[in-house]
């Protein structure tokens, strides 16, 4: 019996045990938002998100109709203890992975 419920312990993991937001590496929200593309059907979901927004430790950015300037000390981690030989002045906004070039002016003086 045991080597049969080994056998099968990914199918049962994959569908009694882990939601659809869990999963390595990808969870079952995305694979199913992969097969949608995949077969060329439609790939949205209405009426929001399953995703818990308000738990502890999830972030999210808001706009705001009155924006504040900005300390730039108070943007930038130190990275690097006593010890480190070059410790790194780390921006909590960074911009990685995007060409410059395919960016207007107004969307990198906004960065």
Known sequence: MRYLLELIRPEIFQYFVESDTEGMPFDRE???LIYQRAKSERDTTSFGT???VYAPGYEWGNHSLQAKDLDAANMRVAIGGPD???PYSCSLLNISAMSFG????NAILAF
Request: some cysteine.
């Open 84 to 86: 480190c030989k070059q």
């Open 50 to 52: 399953k995703i818990n």
């Open 102 to 105: 395919s960016l207007s002016q």
């Open 30 to 32: 995305n694979r199913s």
